[in-house]
Protein backbone atom coordinates (compact mmCIF):
# COMPACT_ATOMS: atom_id res chain seq x y z
CA UNK A 1 0.00 0.00 0.00
CA UNK A 2 2.99 2.20 0.86
CA UNK A 3 4.49 1.64 -2.26
CA UNK A 4 1.29 2.39 -4.35
CA UNK A 5 1.22 5.95 -2.13
CA UNK A 6 4.29 6.54 -3.52
CA UNK A 7 3.49 5.65 -6.85
CA UNK A 8 0.57 7.60 -7.69
CA UNK A 9 2.74 10.57 -5.68
CA UNK A 10 5.50 10.38 -7.89
CA UNK A 11 3.01 10.43 -11.29
CA UNK A 12 1.28 13.61 -9.66
CA UNK A 13 4.46 15.18 -9.36
CA UNK A 14 5.66 14.18 -12.77
CA UNK A 15 1.93 15.27 -13.98
CA UNK A 16 2.30 18.63 -12.09
CA UNK A 17 5.87 19.30 -13.43
CA UNK A 18 5.35 18.56 -17.09
CA UNK A 19 2.12 21.27 -16.75
CA UNK A 20 4.28 23.45 -15.16
CA UNK A 21 6.45 23.44 -17.81
CA UNK A 22 4.29 23.66 -20.21
CA UNK A 23 2.54 26.40 -18.60
CA UNK A 24 5.74 28.59 -18.10
CA UNK A 25 6.35 29.28 -21.68
CA UNK A 26 10.16 28.38 -21.25
CA UNK A 27 9.89 25.90 -24.15
CA UNK A 28 11.13 27.82 -27.57
CA UNK A 29 8.37 27.70 -30.50
CA UNK A 30 10.20 29.71 -33.03
CA UNK A 31 11.30 28.03 -35.78
CA UNK A 32 14.51 29.80 -35.82
CA UNK A 33 15.56 27.72 -32.47
CA UNK A 34 16.33 24.75 -33.07
CA UNK A 35 15.09 21.86 -31.18
CA UNK A 36 17.33 20.03 -28.89
CA UNK A 37 19.16 16.56 -29.96
CA UNK A 38 16.71 14.28 -28.17
CA UNK A 39 13.30 16.22 -28.71
CA UNK A 40 14.02 15.97 -32.43
CA UNK A 41 14.63 12.77 -32.01
CA UNK A 42 11.57 11.68 -30.29
CA UNK A 43 10.06 13.89 -33.32
CA UNK A 44 11.47 12.30 -36.00
CA UNK A 45 10.72 8.72 -34.55
CA UNK A 46 7.74 9.62 -33.73
CA UNK A 47 7.16 10.53 -37.56
CA UNK A 48 8.76 8.04 -39.39
CA UNK A 49 7.20 5.00 -37.12
CA UNK A 50 3.88 6.78 -37.63
CA UNK A 51 4.18 6.86 -41.41
CA UNK A 52 5.91 3.67 -41.77
CA UNK A 53 2.84 1.77 -39.96
CA UNK A 54 0.36 3.34 -42.51
CA UNK A 55 2.19 3.18 -45.55
CA UNK A 56 2.89 -0.77 -44.87
CA UNK A 57 -0.64 -1.90 -47.12
CA UNK A 58 -0.29 0.99 -49.60
CA UNK A 59 -0.11 -1.08 -53.45
CA UNK A 60 2.30 1.27 -55.76
CA UNK A 61 0.40 1.69 -58.89
CA UNK A 62 2.78 1.21 -62.03
CA UNK A 63 4.58 4.53 -62.52
CA UNK A 64 6.36 4.30 -66.13
CA UNK A 65 3.65 5.95 -67.67
CA UNK A 66 5.01 9.10 -69.54
CA UNK A 67 2.06 10.80 -68.80
CA UNK A 68 2.55 11.11 -64.99
CA UNK A 69 5.83 13.17 -65.57
CA UNK A 70 4.01 15.46 -67.48
CA UNK A 71 1.26 16.06 -65.09
CA UNK A 72 3.00 15.22 -62.19
CA UNK A 73 5.73 17.50 -63.20
CA UNK A 74 3.31 20.36 -63.48
CA UNK A 75 1.67 20.08 -60.24
CA UNK A 76 4.97 19.98 -58.79
CA UNK A 77 5.90 22.97 -60.14
CA UNK A 78 2.99 25.13 -58.89
CA UNK A 79 2.62 23.80 -55.58
CA UNK A 80 6.05 21.88 -54.06
CA UNK A 81 8.87 23.72 -56.18
CA UNK A 82 8.66 26.94 -53.59
CA UNK A 83 9.28 24.51 -50.36
CA UNK A 84 11.37 21.62 -52.35
CA UNK A 85 13.16 23.85 -54.95
CA UNK A 86 14.44 22.61 -58.73
CA UNK A 87 17.43 21.65 -60.61
CA UNK A 88 19.46 24.79 -60.08
CA UNK A 89 17.60 26.52 -57.00
CA UNK A 90 19.65 25.84 -53.29
CA UNK A 91 17.30 27.60 -51.77
CA UNK A 92 14.19 29.71 -51.77
CA UNK A 93 12.58 32.18 -49.27
CA UNK A 94 10.18 29.86 -47.90
CA UNK A 95 12.55 26.67 -47.72
CA UNK A 96 15.28 28.32 -46.09
CA UNK A 97 13.64 29.42 -43.06
CA UNK A 98 11.14 26.37 -42.59
CA UNK A 99 11.95 24.23 -39.70
CA UNK A 100 11.85 21.44 -40.06
CA UNK A 101 13.33 22.18 -43.15
CA UNK A 102 11.76 20.65 -46.58
CA UNK A 103 13.88 18.59 -47.67
CA UNK A 104 15.34 19.47 -51.63
CA UNK A 105 13.77 17.15 -53.68
CA UNK A 106 15.46 18.19 -56.28
CA UNK A 107 18.81 16.37 -55.75
CA UNK A 108 17.61 12.48 -54.83
CA UNK A 109 18.01 10.08 -52.18
CA UNK A 110 21.35 10.13 -51.70
CA UNK A 111 22.04 14.14 -51.87
CA UNK A 112 20.05 15.24 -49.49
CA UNK A 113 20.26 15.16 -45.87
CA UNK A 114 16.46 14.06 -45.89
CA UNK A 115 14.90 11.01 -44.09
CA UNK A 116 15.00 8.28 -47.14
CA UNK A 117 18.16 6.82 -46.72
CA UNK A 118 17.09 4.26 -44.83
CA UNK A 119 13.74 3.63 -46.35
CA UNK A 120 14.19 0.80 -48.31
CA UNK A 121 13.56 -0.30 -51.96
CA UNK A 122 11.48 1.81 -54.62
CA UNK A 123 8.29 0.60 -53.61
CA UNK A 124 8.25 1.64 -49.71
CA UNK A 125 10.21 5.05 -50.99
CA UNK A 126 7.12 5.62 -53.73
CA UNK A 127 4.50 4.45 -50.71
CA UNK A 128 6.06 7.02 -48.36
CA UNK A 129 5.70 9.50 -50.39
CA UNK A 130 2.39 9.11 -51.95
CA UNK A 131 1.10 9.15 -47.94
CA UNK A 132 3.20 11.92 -46.83
CA UNK A 133 1.59 14.19 -49.82
CA UNK A 134 -1.89 12.73 -49.26
CA UNK A 135 -1.92 13.56 -45.07
CA UNK A 136 0.32 15.81 -45.33
CA UNK A 137 3.18 16.21 -41.91
CA UNK A 138 1.74 17.46 -38.54
CA UNK A 139 3.68 20.59 -37.21
CA UNK A 140 6.16 21.07 -40.10
CA UNK A 141 5.60 23.04 -43.34
CA UNK A 142 3.84 20.31 -45.04
CA UNK A 143 0.45 20.23 -45.92
CA UNK A 144 -2.11 17.34 -46.80
CA UNK A 145 -2.88 17.52 -50.44
CA UNK A 146 -5.41 14.55 -50.23
CA UNK A 147 -8.44 16.86 -49.91
CA UNK A 148 -7.67 18.78 -53.22
CA UNK A 149 -6.31 16.19 -55.35
CA UNK A 150 -7.19 12.68 -56.33
CA UNK A 151 -5.35 9.66 -56.08
CA UNK A 152 -4.10 9.63 -59.41
CA UNK A 153 -2.72 12.70 -59.49
CA UNK A 154 -0.53 12.23 -56.26
CA UNK A 155 0.78 9.40 -57.87
CA UNK A 156 1.99 11.73 -60.80
CA UNK A 157 3.75 13.61 -58.31
CA UNK A 158 5.62 10.44 -57.22
CA UNK A 159 6.39 9.39 -60.61
CA UNK A 160 8.04 12.70 -61.06
CA UNK A 161 9.46 13.17 -58.19
CA UNK A 162 11.32 9.61 -59.10
CA UNK A 163 13.03 11.69 -62.35
CA UNK A 164 13.34 15.16 -61.04
CA UNK A 165 17.19 14.65 -59.61
CA UNK A 166 17.94 14.02 -63.31
CA UNK A 167 16.41 16.55 -64.85
CA UNK A 168 18.69 19.87 -65.61
CA UNK A 169 16.95 23.48 -65.17
CA UNK A 170 16.17 23.12 -68.86
CA UNK A 171 14.62 20.34 -69.29
CA UNK A 172 13.07 20.96 -65.76
CA UNK A 173 11.30 24.05 -67.35
CA UNK A 174 10.04 22.35 -70.38
CA UNK A 175 8.75 18.85 -68.37
CA UNK A 176 7.04 21.58 -66.23
CA UNK A 177 5.49 23.70 -68.52
CA UNK A 178 1.28 23.78 -68.92
CA UNK A 179 0.73 23.03 -72.28
CA UNK A 180 -1.30 25.94 -73.35
CA UNK A 181 -0.64 26.18 -77.11
CA UNK A 182 -2.02 22.61 -77.59
CA UNK A 183 -5.65 22.89 -77.61
CA UNK A 184 -5.43 23.41 -81.72
CA UNK A 185 -3.90 20.32 -82.70
CA UNK A 186 -7.22 18.97 -80.47
CA UNK A 187 -9.89 20.28 -82.84
CA UNK A 188 -9.73 17.07 -85.03
CA UNK A 189 -10.48 15.06 -81.90
CA UNK A 190 -13.14 16.74 -80.27
CA UNK A 191 -15.42 14.11 -80.93
CA UNK A 192 -16.15 13.57 -76.94
CA UNK A 193 -17.27 17.04 -75.72
CA UNK A 194 -14.01 17.33 -72.77
CA UNK A 195 -11.69 16.95 -75.62
CA UNK A 196 -11.89 20.35 -77.01
CA UNK A 197 -11.60 21.78 -73.44
CA UNK A 198 -9.21 23.37 -71.84
CA UNK A 199 -5.97 21.46 -70.89
CA UNK A 200 -7.35 22.28 -66.96
CA UNK A 201 -10.45 20.87 -67.72
CA UNK A 202 -8.68 18.01 -69.45
CA UNK A 203 -7.06 17.52 -66.18
CA UNK A 204 -10.53 17.83 -64.21
CA UNK A 205 -11.79 15.20 -66.03
CA UNK A 206 -9.05 12.91 -64.42
CA UNK A 207 -10.97 13.36 -60.99
CA UNK A 208 -13.57 11.76 -62.37
CA UNK A 209 -11.93 8.55 -62.05
CA UNK A 210 -12.35 6.81 -58.67
CA UNK A 211 -10.73 4.28 -58.48
CA UNK A 212 -8.30 5.69 -56.83
CA UNK A 213 -4.82 3.72 -56.89
CA UNK A 214 -5.61 3.07 -61.03
CA UNK A 215 -3.58 5.87 -63.01
CA UNK A 216 -6.27 6.41 -65.63
CA UNK A 217 -5.10 8.46 -68.42
CA UNK A 218 -7.67 10.28 -70.47
CA UNK A 219 -7.19 10.51 -74.00
CA UNK A 220 -7.00 14.39 -73.77
CA UNK A 221 -4.65 14.51 -71.46
CA UNK A 222 -2.09 12.55 -73.38
CA UNK A 223 -2.66 14.72 -76.39
CA UNK A 224 -2.05 17.63 -74.66
CA UNK A 225 1.98 17.80 -74.64
CA UNK A 226 3.96 19.29 -76.94
CA UNK A 227 6.95 17.78 -78.80
CA UNK A 228 9.05 19.64 -76.68
CA UNK A 229 8.22 18.08 -73.17
CA UNK A 230 8.19 14.98 -75.33
CA UNK A 231 11.92 15.58 -75.78
CA UNK A 232 12.54 16.33 -72.41
CA UNK A 233 11.01 13.66 -71.23
CA UNK A 234 12.95 11.43 -73.32
CA UNK A 235 16.11 12.54 -71.93
CA UNK A 236 14.70 12.43 -68.48
CA UNK A 237 13.88 8.56 -69.31
CA UNK A 238 17.65 8.05 -71.05
CA UNK A 239 19.33 9.56 -67.81
CA UNK A 240 17.51 7.90 -65.12
CA UNK A 241 18.19 4.56 -67.22
CA UNK A 242 14.58 3.30 -67.18
CA UNK A 243 14.62 2.04 -70.91
CA UNK A 244 10.81 0.66 -70.26
CA UNK A 245 9.77 4.57 -70.26
CA UNK A 246 12.49 5.21 -72.77
CA UNK A 247 10.82 3.21 -75.57
CA UNK A 248 7.49 4.72 -74.90
CA UNK A 249 8.52 7.55 -76.28
CA UNK A 250 9.60 6.21 -79.50
CA UNK A 251 7.61 5.22 -82.08
CA UNK A 252 7.66 1.25 -83.06
CA UNK A 253 9.43 2.44 -86.62
CA UNK A 254 11.85 4.58 -85.11
CA UNK A 255 15.04 5.29 -87.55
CA UNK A 256 18.13 6.55 -85.23
CA UNK A 257 20.98 7.75 -87.03
CA UNK A 258 24.36 7.70 -84.64
CA UNK A 259 27.69 8.70 -85.45
CA UNK A 260 27.11 7.45 -89.36
CA UNK A 261 25.32 4.17 -87.80
CA UNK A 262 21.69 3.47 -88.72
CA UNK A 263 19.30 1.42 -86.71
CA UNK A 264 16.01 0.97 -88.03
CA UNK A 265 13.44 0.32 -85.39
CA UNK A 266 12.67 0.56 -81.73
CA UNK A 267 13.60 -3.06 -80.72
CA UNK A 268 16.92 -2.64 -82.66
CA UNK A 269 18.23 0.06 -80.73
CA UNK A 270 16.99 -1.35 -77.51
CA UNK A 271 18.52 -4.49 -78.54
CA UNK A 272 22.09 -2.42 -79.00
CA UNK A 273 22.70 1.19 -78.03
CA UNK A 274 20.11 1.98 -75.82
CA UNK A 275 22.09 0.50 -72.78
CA UNK A 276 24.81 2.06 -73.48
CA UNK A 277 23.68 5.36 -74.42
CA UNK A 278 21.88 5.21 -70.70
CA UNK A 279 25.08 4.19 -68.87
CA UNK A 280 26.79 6.94 -70.62
CA UNK A 281 23.86 9.67 -69.95
CA UNK A 282 23.69 8.39 -66.19
CA UNK A 283 26.76 9.66 -65.54
CA UNK A 284 26.98 12.86 -67.37
CA UNK A 285 25.98 16.09 -67.40
CA UNK A 286 23.44 17.84 -70.08
CA UNK A 287 23.44 21.10 -70.63
CA UNK A 288 21.01 22.80 -73.30
CA UNK A 289 22.17 25.39 -75.09
CA UNK A 290 19.73 25.88 -77.74
CA UNK A 291 16.26 24.44 -78.87
CA UNK A 292 14.11 25.03 -81.67
CA UNK A 293 10.89 23.43 -82.77
CA UNK A 294 8.41 23.61 -85.51
CA UNK A 295 5.95 21.76 -87.10
CA UNK A 296 2.28 21.49 -87.49
CA UNK A 297 -0.87 19.53 -86.26
CA UNK A 298 0.33 15.90 -87.31
CA UNK A 299 4.27 16.16 -87.96
CA UNK A 300 6.97 18.22 -85.85
CA UNK A 301 10.41 18.76 -85.34
CA UNK A 302 12.65 19.73 -82.42
CA UNK A 303 16.30 20.49 -82.77
CA UNK A 304 18.56 20.46 -79.50
CA UNK A 305 22.31 22.02 -79.27
CA UNK A 306 23.75 20.96 -75.96
CA UNK A 307 26.94 20.48 -74.02
CA UNK A 308 27.88 16.86 -72.40
CA UNK A 309 30.33 16.74 -69.75
CA UNK A 310 31.00 13.30 -68.70
CA UNK A 311 33.23 9.77 -68.88
CA UNK A 312 33.75 7.26 -71.72
CA UNK A 313 33.33 3.67 -70.61
CA UNK A 314 36.99 3.17 -70.34
CA UNK A 315 36.88 6.49 -67.27
CA UNK A 316 38.12 8.81 -70.22
CA UNK A 317 37.07 12.53 -68.95
CA UNK A 318 34.50 13.44 -72.38
CA UNK A 319 33.59 16.89 -72.81
CA UNK A 320 31.56 17.38 -75.72
CA UNK A 321 29.09 19.58 -78.28
CA UNK A 322 26.37 17.53 -79.12
CA UNK A 323 23.35 18.03 -81.83
CA UNK A 324 20.20 16.28 -82.03
CA UNK A 325 17.59 16.78 -84.44
CA UNK A 326 14.22 14.45 -83.83
CA UNK A 327 11.14 14.36 -86.16
CA UNK A 328 7.82 13.19 -84.04
CA UNK A 329 4.45 12.38 -85.32
CA UNK A 330 1.29 12.80 -83.56
CA UNK A 331 -0.62 9.36 -82.62
CA UNK A 332 -3.13 8.50 -80.67
CA UNK A 333 -1.50 8.44 -77.59
CA UNK A 334 -0.02 11.99 -78.68
CA UNK A 335 3.19 12.46 -79.82
CA UNK A 336 6.00 9.94 -80.71
CA UNK A 337 9.32 10.02 -82.05
CA UNK A 338 10.11 8.52 -85.29
CA UNK A 339 13.67 9.82 -85.94
CA UNK A 340 16.61 10.99 -84.22
CA UNK A 341 20.26 12.27 -85.65
CA UNK A 342 22.56 12.77 -83.34
CA UNK A 343 26.13 13.66 -83.56
CA UNK A 344 28.92 15.37 -81.82
CA UNK A 345 32.48 16.68 -81.28
CA UNK A 346 34.50 17.95 -78.93
CA UNK A 347 33.52 21.39 -77.34
CA UNK A 348 36.51 23.07 -77.42
CA UNK A 349 36.70 22.12 -81.39
CA UNK A 350 33.04 24.19 -81.35
CA UNK A 351 34.05 27.12 -83.11
C1 LIG B 1 5.27 25.26 -47.33
C2 LIG B 1 6.33 24.41 -47.71
C3 LIG B 1 6.00 23.08 -48.37
C4 LIG B 1 5.27 22.86 -49.50
C5 LIG B 1 4.55 23.89 -50.36
C6 LIG B 1 5.33 21.45 -49.75
N1 LIG B 1 6.08 20.82 -48.80
FE1 LIG B 1 6.59 18.84 -48.75
N2 LIG B 1 7.56 19.13 -46.99
C7 LIG B 1 7.71 20.34 -46.35
C8 LIG B 1 8.45 20.13 -45.12
C9 LIG B 1 8.82 21.18 -44.12
C10 LIG B 1 8.76 18.75 -45.05
C11 LIG B 1 9.54 18.03 -43.96
C12 LIG B 1 8.62 17.65 -42.83
C13 LIG B 1 9.35 16.96 -41.72
O1 LIG B 1 10.56 16.74 -41.83
O2 LIG B 1 8.70 16.65 -40.73
C14 LIG B 1 8.18 18.16 -46.25
C15 LIG B 1 8.28 16.80 -46.56
C16 LIG B 1 7.92 16.28 -47.79
C17 LIG B 1 8.24 14.92 -48.21
C18 LIG B 1 9.03 13.89 -47.42
C19 LIG B 1 10.47 14.02 -47.80
C20 LIG B 1 11.42 13.18 -46.99
O3 LIG B 1 12.39 12.69 -47.57
O4 LIG B 1 11.18 13.00 -45.80
C21 LIG B 1 7.74 14.80 -49.48
C22 LIG B 1 7.85 13.57 -50.38
C23 LIG B 1 7.11 16.04 -49.83
N3 LIG B 1 7.24 16.90 -48.78
C24 LIG B 1 6.49 16.29 -51.04
C25 LIG B 1 5.83 17.48 -51.35
C26 LIG B 1 5.07 17.68 -52.56
C27 LIG B 1 4.94 16.68 -53.70
C28 LIG B 1 4.56 18.94 -52.49
C29 LIG B 1 3.64 19.65 -53.47
C30 LIG B 1 2.42 18.97 -53.80
C31 LIG B 1 5.01 19.54 -51.24
N4 LIG B 1 5.76 18.60 -50.58
C32 LIG B 1 4.73 20.83 -50.84
C33 LIG B 1 7.27 21.57 -46.80
C34 LIG B 1 6.49 21.78 -47.92
Known amino acids: ?82 CHLKPGKTSSEMSAGLYPQPPNLALGIEGHAGHEGGHGDVNTSAARRFWIIKHGIKASGMAAFGPTHDDARIWAMVAFLQKLPTLDPVQYQILTARAEGEMQGMDHESDAPQAAASEVSARDSK ?97 TESRIRGESSKGKPIDVASTETALLKKTAEGWRIVHLHWSSQDFKAVP
Not at 11 to 22: D, E, P
Not at 64 to 82: F, K, R
Not at 239 to 263: C, F, H, M
Open 207 to 303: SDVHDGMKMTQPHTAAAASTPEQVMAAFQAAMKSGDAALVKRWLAPEVLIYEGGAAERSRNEYAAHHLGADMAFLKQSRVEIIKQSSGGGDDAAWVT
Open 1 to 82: MKRFKTAVALVAVVAIGGLGFIYSGVYPMSADDAHSKPVYWALETLRERSIAARTRDIEVPPLDDPQMLLTGGADYNDMCAG
